[in-house]
Structure formats: C-alpha cells, structure tokens
C-alpha cells in the first residue's frame, strides 16, 4: 500500500470500520465487502496487512488522535478511517497534513489531531503507569500479568506482539514427499520460501504470493499453520497406526497435521461444537487427502456422545488445544487482543479445566493426554496442569526432551525440559505451550 492509492485507504477504513461496529474480523470483513470481492489479489493482500497492522496499533492510535478521551465521538465510519490515516502517518505513508486533508474530504466530523501522533513517545511516557499498555498498543489487564511474569523480560515479550507474524507453510506430507520438494514446487510457480528452524514440515513465505491461487495449493500439497502448531503436533508424537482423539479441533489444522503424521494409518476423530468450523475442517480434509479422519460434533453441554467417549478410551492420544486469550497469536490476529477482558480470560480458565477433567477421565492405562493452548500466560498453562495434577495425582508428566531428544528440545522447551515453550521474541513463532501427561500401565 502507498500514499498514491487513496482507493486502498478506503477500503481498508471500511474493513476496520465493520470491527469498530460488528466485531468482524479483517478476514470476515473482506469475504463480504462485494468492492474486495472483486479486487486483485494484490490489493486484497495490502488491504488486510494495513487493517491487520491499524487494529493491533488501535490502543497507541486512539490515544495519540484523541487524547484521553479516544475517538468514541466520531462516528465509526470517521473513527476506522481517522485509525488507517493515522497508521499511515506512523509509517511515514502520509504526513500529518495529508492525514488531515484525506479525513476532512471524506468527512464533515471533527478532524483528529494527526500531528499529535508525532509527539507519541513523549506523550506516553507522562504517564508510567500506562505507558507500556500505550506504546505497545495492549490491553491493560495484559500488561500487570506479563510484567509479574517475564520480570525483565517483559518488554521484549509486548514488543514482538506488534509486527505482523510470518506467513508459515506445513508441508503436507501425504501429498509431497518433504518440505524440500514443496519448496521446488512454489519456486516453479514463483513462490519463494525458506526452511523454518524448529518444525521439519514447515516453510516461511518470502514476498505476497497469492498461495491460494497456486496449483500446489488446489492439490493440497500445503496448509497455512504456523510453525508453533506444528512443533505441537510434532509433540503429540502418536504412535504409527494409533489412535487420536482432538477434543478441540476447530478447523482442523492440527487434525491434519496429526493425519498425515499417522501417514494416513491409524484414526483421528476430531471433535467440536462448533459446526461451521468442522464443516471448514471436512472441506480441507478432502483436499488434503486425509483419509483417517472422522469428524463429530458435540453437544455445548452434557456428557460426551457414547461413540466419542468410546474411542477416546481406547485412544492412544488426547489432544486437548484449549480455547484460550489467543495472546500467543496477537501478531496474527491482532483485534483478538480488544475482545477479551480479565473476567473473560477466568471464564476461560473455568473452561480448561473443564476440559483438562473430561480428558482425562477418558485415558486408558499408557495413554498420553496433551494440552495445549496458544497462550504466552502462565495462569491458562503451568498452573492449569499444575491443579490439574492436584485434582489427579496419578497423570505422570512427559518431558517434552523424553518425547523430542534433548538436542531438539533444548530450544523450545521450558528451562526443566518438561514443558513446550515457545514465544515470539525468542523463536519468531506464536506464542505456544504444550505439555504432556501420561496415564500409568497398571
């Protein structure tokens, strides 16, 4: 995107705009503005980088065009428009004028202060107590939890939550033979990539190829899952021919991952409540060519249909992936951080729990239970095994250097090599945890 595209500015202010009023994410947004619909894919990609880059920025924004008080008195349409001209000046796209002139030609409301956002830095720092949720645009319950909890490090942590993440490729391996051969593959139709360190199926994307206009896409040699998930998969370790039971599978990009890792042998049945997303997961199931996946809804509450309960008691593995705040993935889904507040993340809590109980009711003797979440806060990860092991003493912990080998964990793992442990100022990729508890052979 660049200053002389002001259809682009537009544009992205209407995708913004349907967040301030409906909550809908860029993604959501884009698939139902008919003017993106028909748009190159080349601005279709700047659109949803630029809203991306203006909602993580929203909190720093809003102070710096409205002082205190915000911008909550324009209307949404100036108030999403006023955020994209900001972030433009932020990245020197626009000068403060320009700002000024573009909002004031496209609206009869008051014109915000774009100058001020210039004197950002200084204007943070008068007041310490908030200046850390400002400068790196967080919320403020996130800031006291990750000062608590990073101690020095804490800076860097809420730093590396503000540029946008890598685009990650998992090579599906039931469709190509390695990363490598996926890599000569998106080289041959113009797609340049390069190995990720820490997960042997995953490729970073260089440049803003459209990738789902690639044949090696159509065929389903590739998902988009970043290298986090992977590595988790990577921790699920199911034997070959075993059985899996993902509790939370959402659309399914780690109920791929462990389909192919099975080589297509064994089963995985993957669980939700969510129909539209299992219906999204049986979708990339047939591209992917993921012949041992079944697929069942459950109910919001009550028991476990028999049929779930019955193969998760014979299963080899439980994968609990835990709906979580998500912190871990702010860089990727960065208006996620404005719809959670503390009393929802102890809701959350409630819910891992709940989840963590009917897990492990379900594992047989030798069975491993795994639970993961894309979460940077101690309070949804080691403390919610930590009670879990209080409320069932016999679950054995795994160290995840027992299931990876020393040399390959030592990077990744927490400092007792118990724990997955990832963040995005130590490793570039989301922000995840894993751990993993076995059921002891009688």
């Known amino acids: 995107m660049n200053p002389v595209a002001p259809v682009l500015w537009s544009w992205t202010a209407e995708v913004v705009a349907q967040w301030l009023e409906r909550r809908q994410s860029p993604r959501e947004a884009m698939a139902q503005l008919p003017v993106l619909r028909v748009a190159d894919a080349g601005e279709r990609a700047a659109v949803a980088r630029f809203a991306a880059a203006t909602l993580a920025g929203l909190r720093r924004l809003e102070f710096g065009l409205g002082g ?57 720092a008068e007041q310490p107590g908030l200046a850390f949720a400002r400068t790196w645009s967080l919320p403020d319950w996130f800031v006291p939890l990750a000062e608590r909890q990073f101690g020095d490090d804490a800076a860097a942590v809420c730093a590396s ?10 090579a599906n391996l039931l469709r190509v033979a390695s990363r490598e051969a996926l890599a000569q593959e998106l080289q041959a139709e113009g797609i340049g990539t390069r190995p990720a360190p820490f997960a042997a199926t995953a490729l970073h994307v260089l440049g803003e190829a459209d990738l789902f206009a690639s044949a090696a896409f159509r065929r389903g040699a590739f998902e988009q899952q970043d290298e986090a998930s992977q590595v988790a998969v990577a921790v699920v370790a199911p034997p070959p021919g075993g059985k899996v039971l993902d509790l939370c599978a959402g659309s399914g990009g780690k109920t791929l991952a462990l389909a192919a890792a099975l080589q297509n042998r064994g089963s995985v049945l993957a669980t939700d409540v969510h129909e539209g997303r299992l219906g999204e997961l049986r979708s990339r199931q047939r591209r992917a060519g993921a012949d041992n996946v079944q697929v069942a809804l459950l109910p919001e509450r009550g028991e476990l249909p028999a049929a779930v309960a019955a193969f998760g008691g014979h299963a080899d593995r439980i994968l609990v992936d835990a709906p979580c705040s998500g912190t871990g993935s ?22 891992q729990d709940r989840l963590l109980d009917r897990a492990a009711a379900l594992l047989r003797p030798g069975a491993r239970l795994v639970y993961a979440t894309c979460s940077l806060l101690a309070c949804e990860n080691e403390q919610r095994i930590d009670a879990l092991r209080q409320r069932r003493p016999e679950l054995e912990p795994v160290r995840i250097a027992e299931i990876l080998g020393g040399a390959v964990a030592r990077p990744i793992a927490d400092a007792t090599g118990t724990f997955l442990s990832l963040r995005p100022d130590r490793h570039g990729t989301d922000g995840f945890f894993a751990a993993v508890l076995r059921r002891p052979r009688v």
Do not use: I, K
């Open 68 to 124: 205190q008080n915000g911008l909550g008195h324009l209307s949404p349409r100036a108030h999403a428009l006023a955020l994209v001209l900001g972030h433009a000046v932020e990245q020197d796209l626009l000068l403060a004028d320009g700002a000024s002139r573009a909002f004031e030609q496209a609206s009869r409301e008051p014109v915000p202060e774009f100058a001020r956002l210039l004197r950002l830095p200084a204007l943070c």
């Open 161 to 170: 939550l503000a540029p946008p993440a890598p685009r990650t490729l998992r």
């Open 330 to 351: 702010w860089r990727r889904r960065p208006e996620a951080r404005w719809t959670l507040d503390r009393r929802g993340l102890d809701e959350l809590l409630a819910v």
